[in-house]
């Protein structure tokens, strides 16, 4: 079955320092892979998504690249502000399948 | 803009009752999900739905029930709610036409607390 494997937090970063944060999935077929945002308190967002392989999804700075060859997904940023910090999950959904299958999450906080 | 609605952002329940959890779209939406959220575990996906009246299990459904009546709405019922229920509930909602490039759009929790 699907199944996406990301790093474990939490991260810890200072502002403007640069952020990579690890997804690799297993899948059959040629999935469509997301990034979805967890601000404090609030429901999940879509952040960026790519739908095949070499897309380049990008959203207020950061990016992903879908590379079908290492099975990856990486979330990156070049320069992180204190209003990123939150939780990042990665995502994916495959074929005619209507579900998501989410990684556990990895938590941002970027400091001052 | 398109929404989706859960009926109660914070919720404290006693051992045993039942308890309902709404969620409500205004997108036309044919799929619905309730995932709960914990830490260390991600999102678990309970039960969804893809046409009225119709409902599949989830990954962990065992607890909990669904109703969906009306295309707009899905209600995850938890039958004789238990301490270890205590987590994020999310709701999110999908139109199939988009296919696997659609994602999902989500509603902004309901933190139930099983005392």
């Known amino acids: 079955g699907n199944s996406v494997t990301q790093m474990e937090g939490p991260v810890t970063l200072s502002e403007e320092a640069f952020l990579t944060i690890n997804c690799t999935y297993t899948a059959t077929g040629y999935p469509s892979l997301f990034w979805y945002v967890q601000y404090p308190g609030e429901g999940l967002q879509l952040l960026l998504k790519?739908?095949?392989?070499?897309d380049k999804g990008s959203n207020k700075g950061f990016e992903a690249t879908y590379r079908k060859e290492t099975t990856s997904f990486h979330l990156e940023k070049g320069s992180v502000q204190v209003s990123d910090s939150a939780v990042y999950f990665c995502a994916l959904r495959g074929g005619s399948n209507y579900k998501l299958t989410f990684g556990k999450g990895t938590l941002l906080t970027v400091n001052p | 803009d398109v929404k989706v609605t859960q009926s109660s952002r914070y919720l404290v329940k006693r051992t045993g009752e039942k308890v309902f959890l709404e969620c409500v779209q205004d997108m036309d939406h044919e799929n619905m999900f309730w995932y709960r959220q914990d830490p260390g575990l991600g999102l678990r996906l309970i039960y969804f739905?893809?046409?009225?009246?119709?409902?599949e299990k989830g990954d962990i459904p065992e607890g909990y029930s669904v109703s969906r009546e009306k295309k707009e709405r899905f209600s995850l019922i938890l039958e004789s709610a238990s301490t270890n229920q205590t987590s994020m509930y999310l709701c999110a909602s999908s139109a199939p036409t988009t296919g696997p490039a659609g994602g999902y759009t989500f509603g902004s929790g309901t933190r139930l607390t099983v005392v």
């Open positions: 790519a739908t095949k392989a070499d």
């Open positions: 739905s893809y046409d009225v009246k119709m409902k």
